[in-house]
C-alpha cells in the first residue's frame, strides 16, 4: 500500500496559547477510507487544516511523498481536497459553473480546460443540472456535492472532509455516503456521524486534546471511547474550544 | 427580504431577459439621463411609454414591478408636499413623475439582468476590480447573513422582542460572526490554490 | 405604522431629485474618490486577498444589521446605518468601499437611492459619513465618547450635505421643514451613535481579533485625515452656498420662506425654460459628463 498522507509528531499552539495539536502521528494509504473521531475542541478540524498547509505547526508532514513546506504548500494543495463544514463558506462565486472552476484555474490551466475539468466534476456529484444556478438556489445536499465537486475539479489523491452529514436530511446523507463510496481517492472523514463512518470507513482514529487517543476498526473505537450518540453512559471530556 | 423576488425575476425568460446587460445598463442610463435632464412632459410620457412597453416584453408582473418602483414615493410625497404648498403644484407633480419613473426604470433593470450578468459588464467597463468583486461577495452573502439577523429577530420575538442593549448584543454576535465567515472563505479560497487577486 | 423606521433610507437621495449639474458633479468627485481607495493598499486589514471577501461579508452585514430594530422609546425604532461601526472595524478606506457597493446595491434591487444620484450618497455617507465617523477616534483615541460623537456626526453630516444639494437643485426645503429636518436628522445621529457604542461594546465583550487598537496615530496620518477633512468642509460649505437660505433662516428662526427658494436659485429655471434646442443640449451634456465619469473610473481601475 502506497502511504499517502504521514503525519508525525505534529504539535500546533494557537496564538492565545491553547495547545491545539500535541504530537500527533497519522498515517493515511492509498485508497483507504479513515474517520476521524473526538470530541468538539479535541484538535480535529486544526488537524486537518495542517494537511494542506492552511496552518502551519511543528512536526513532518509528508503528502504523497512531498514533505509539507511553504515552498510546497501550492503543490501539495492541488492533492489534498478539503471539503469544509459550512458549504456557504466555500461556494462563494456567483454561479455553481465558476465556483467549481475556481480551483482548476489557480492551477494556471485555460479555460476550456477548466471549463472541461468543471463539467467532469458536476457529472462525477450528479449536479449537471444546477450548473447555472446560484449557489444560494441550492438545498443543502446540492451544496455539500457542489463543494466536493469544487474539490474533484482538482484532481485530488487525497478528500478530507470536515462533518460532510452537518445540516442533511437522511436521504442527502445516504446519498452522500454513496457518492463518497464511489470516489477513489483515499478519504478521511472528519465527523460525529458513527452510522456514517461505519458505511464509509474502513479505520477510526480518536483524537482526545491533540493527541490520538486510539486507533482501530470503527467499530472498536466506538466500543472503547463510548463513542454513541444514544447510550446510556456519556464521556465527559475537555470541551475547549479549537478556534 | 426584497431581493429574493428581483433574484427570482432576474432569472426569467423573455426577450428583455435576453438583452445582453451591457444594452440594458446603457438604456437604463439613457433614460435616466433624458429624465433627469429634460425634465418637460414630452420626455416624462415617451419615457412612460417605453418603460412600459418593456415591462410588457419582460413577462413580469406589472404591479409587482410598479409597487416595488412605488418604494421611492414616501422620500418624494415629502418634498412633493412641501412643493405644493409653496405655490407650484405642477413642479410637486413634475417630481412625484420623474422620481417614479426613474425607480421604475432601475426596477425593470435589476428584475431582468441577472447579478452577475450586470457586475460582469461593470468589470469589462474597467469598474475597479476590488467594486466589483466586494459587490458580489456582499450579494452572495446577503442571502446568508440576513437568514442569521431573520433567525435572531424571531427567537427574539419568541421572548418578546429586543430591548436596547439586547439589540446590541444581536448585531455585535452577527458582526462576529460575520467576521468568522469571511475567515472561513478565505481559508477556502487558500484550499483551493487561490494565490492572488479574486477573478 | 407608528414604529417605522424614521432614519431608514432618509438619507438616500432619489433620482429626480438633483439637477444634472448637481448630481454630475457629485459623480465626477465621488467617482475617482472610490476608484482610488479601491486600488491603494490598505493599511487596515494587511492581507490584501482577505479582505474583498471580508468587505463583501461586511457589507451583508450592514445590510441584514438593518432588519434588527432597536426600540428608541414612544414606540420608534431606529437600526445601525453601520458607517461608523464600519470605519472603527475596517478602517475609513475599506469602509467607504463598503458602503459604496452596499449604496449601488441598494439604488438597483432597493430603490433606496437613485442611479444617476450613487456619486451624491456615495459623498454624503460613503465618503464623508465614514470620514466624519472616524475622525472623533481617531484624533483622540477610541472610547464611549469618541465612538458615540463619530457616530452622531457621521449621521449629520451626510444628512446636511443631501439637504444642501437637494437645496443647490432647487428643491423647496425651508423654514420649518428645513428645522424639522435637521432635527430628525440630529435625533438620528444620536440614535447611530448610542447604537454604535452598544454594538462595539457587545464586540469587545465577545473578546473578538478584529477589534484593533487606534491609538497609534502617525502625524503623517492624522494630517491626511484632517487634510481631507478640511477639504471636506470646502465642499460642503461650497454646496451649501448655493442656498445659503435655510441656514440664514434657522439662524434668525424665521419660519416658513413664503417665496420657494429655487424661485432665486442660480438653476432654478433650468427645468422651466428646458423647450426647442435646449431640449438637445441638456442630455448631450449628461452624455459627455457620463463620458468623463467612465474615463475616471477606467483610469482608477487600472493599476490593479
Not at chain 1, 20 to 49: M, P, Q, R, W, Y
Not at chain 1, 218 to 226: E, G, K
Not at chain 3, 121 to 131: E, Q, S, T
Request: a positive charge; proline letters at 5%.
Amino acid at each position: 500500500m502506497t502511504r499517502v498522507v504521514d503525519v508525525r509528531g505534529l504539535r500546533y499552539r494557537y496564538a492565545d496559547g491553547t495547545q491545539a495539536l500535541n504530537g500527533i502521528d497519522f498515517h493515511l494509504d492509498a485508497g483507504e477510507c479513515v474517520a476521524l473521531f473526538g470530541a468538539n475542541g479535541s484538535g480535529k478540524t486544526t488537524f486537518v487544516l495542517h494537511l494542506n498547509g492552511l496552518l502551519e505547526g511543528e512536526g513532518h508532514i509528508e503528502v504523497c511523498g512531498l514533505p509539507l513546506s511553504r515552498a510546497t504548500a501550492d503543490q501539495i494543495r492541488a492533492k489534498v481536497g478539503l471539503v469544509f463544514q459550512d458549504s456557504d463558506d466555500q461556494l462563494f462565486m456567483p454561479t455553481v459553473l465558476e465556483d467549481v472552476a475556481f480551483g482548476p484555474r489557480n492551477l494556471g490551466l485555460a479555460p476550456p480546460e477548466t471549463e472541461t475539468r468543471a463539467r467532469l466534476a458536476l457529472e462525477q456529484v450528479g449536479m449537471t443540472h444546477a450548473i447555472q444556478k446560484a449557489p444560494y438556489h441550492l438545498s443543502a445536499g446540492e451544496k455539500r456535492r457542489v463543494a466536493i465537486a469544487g474539490v474533484l475539479a482538482m484532481q485530488p489523491e487525497i478528500l478530507i472532509l470536515d462533518e460532510p452529514t452537518t445540516s442533511l436530511d437522511p436521504p442527502a446523507q445516504r446519498d452522500l455516503a454513496e457518492l463518497l463510496a464511489n470516489l477513489p481517492q483515499a478519504k478521511l472523514l472528519v465527523t460525529h456521524d458513527t452510522q456514517f463512518a461505519e458505511a464509509l470507513a474502513t479505520r477510526a482514529v480518536f483524537f482526545e486534546r491533540g493527541r490520538v487517543a486510539g486507533e482501530g476498526s470503527v467499530d472498536d473505537i466506538i466500543h472503547r471511547f463510548h463513542w454513541q450518540a444514544h447510550s446510556p453512559r456519556s464521556v465527559s471530556l475537555d470541551r475547549r474550544s479549537a478556534k | 427580504m426584497h431581493h429574493r423576488v428581483i433574484d427570482q425575476w432576474s432569472r426569467g425568460v423573455s426577450p428583455l431577459h435576453a438583452l445582453s446587460a451591457g444594452v440594458k445598463l446603457a438604456a437604463l442610463l439613457g433614460i435616466l439621463i433624458a429624465i433627469s435632464a429634460a425634465p418637460t412632459y414630452p420626455t416624462i410620457i415617451t419615457a412612460s411609454g417605453l418603460l412600459t412597453i418593456a415591462a410588457m416584453v419582460s413577462g413580469l408582473p406589472f404591479t409587482g414591478l410598479l409597487s416595488r418602483a412605488a418604494f421611492v414615493l414616501p422620500f418624494t410625497a415629502i418634498f412633493a408636499l412641501l412643493t405644493w404648498w409653496s405655490g407650484d403644484p405642477e413642479r410637486a407633480l413634475l417630481l412625484v413623475a420623474k422620481s417614479f419613473l426613474s425607480g421604475f426604470a432601475a426596477v425593470l433593470f435589476a428584475a431582468t439582468t441577472p447579478l452577475a450578468a450586470w457586475t460582469n459588464t461593470l468589470r469589462r467597463c474597467r469598474f475597479p476590480s476590488t467594486l466589483v468583486t466586494v459587490i458580489e461577495f456582499l450579494y452572495r452573502y446577503l442571502f446568508v447573513v440576513a437568514q442569521q439577523a431573520e433567525t435572531m429577530r424571531w427567537a427574539a420575538r419568541g421572548r418578546g422582542g429586543f430591548r436596547f442593549d439586547a439589540a446590541g448584543g444581536a448585531v455585535g454576535a452577527l458582526f462576529a460572526r460575520s467576521w468568522q465567515r469571511a475567515d472561513g472563505i478565505h481559508r477556502a479560497m487558500l484550499a483551493r490554490g487561490f494565490q492572488g487577486t479574486p477573478k | 405604522m407608528i414604529h417605522a423606521n424614521y432614519s431608514n433610507s432618509r438619507m438616500h437621495i432619489p433620482d429626480g431629485f438633483l439637477t444634472p449639474p448637481v448630481w454630475l458633479t457629485l459623480d465626477v468627485i465621488s467617482v475617482p474618490v472610490v476608484a482610488w481607495v479601491a486600488r491603494r493598499r490598505p493599511a487596515v486589514v494587511s492581507d490584501l486577498d482577505r479582505r474583498v471577501p471580508l468587505m463583501g461579508v461586511m457589507g451583508a452585514f450592514v445590510f441584514a444589521a438593518q432588519m434588527i430594530n432597536f426600540p428608541v422609546g414612544l414606540g420608534a425604532s431606529g437600526h445601525l446605518l453601520g458607517g461608523t461601526l464600519l470605519a472603527l472595524m475596517l478602517g475609513p478606506g475599506a469602509a467607504a468601499i463598503v458602503l459604496t457597493a452596499v449604496l449601488i446595491l441598494q439604488a438597483l434591487l432597493f430603490q433606496d437611492g437613485g442611479v444617476l444620484a450613487l456619486g451624491a450618497n456615495i459623498f454624503n455617507m460613503a465618503l464623508a459619513g465614514v470620514l466624519l465617523g472616524y475622525l472623533p477616534s481617531r484624533l483622540f483615541g477610541r472610547n464611549m465618547v469618541t465612538i458615540f460623537l463619530g457616530g452622531m456626526l457621521s449621521v449629520l453630516i451626510s444628512g446636511v450635505l443631501a439637504l444642501a444639494e437637494l437645496q443647490t437643485s432647487g428643491v423647496a426645503i425651508t423654514g420649518h421643514p428645513a428645522q424639522v429636518a435637521l432635527l430628525l436628522f440630529a435625533l438620528t445621529g444620536i440614535v447611530e451613535g448610542a447604537i454604535t457604542v452598544v454594538v462595539i461594546r457587545s464586540i469587545e465583550r465577545l473578546n473578538h481579533t478584529a477589534l484593533r487598537s487606534t491609538s497609534a496615530t502617525s502625524l503623517h496620518a492624522r494630517l491626511a485625515v484632517i487634510g481631507a477633512a478640511a477639504v471636506l468642509a470646502l465642499c460642503g460649505a461650497w454646496l451649501a452656498s448655493g442656498a445659503p437660505d435655510s441656514l440664514q433662516l434657522l439662524a434668525s428662526n424665521v419660519g416658513l420662506d413664503a417665496e420657494p427658494v429655487w424661485t432665486h436659485s442660480p438653476l432654478a429655471n433650468y427645468e422651466v425654460s428646458s423647450l426647442g434646442p435646449e431640449w438637445a443640449r441638456r442630455p448631450a451634456a449628461g452624455l459627455l459628463g457620463l463620458a468623463f465619469v467612465y474615463t475616471m473610473f477606467s483610469l482608477g481601475g487600472k493599476k490593479r
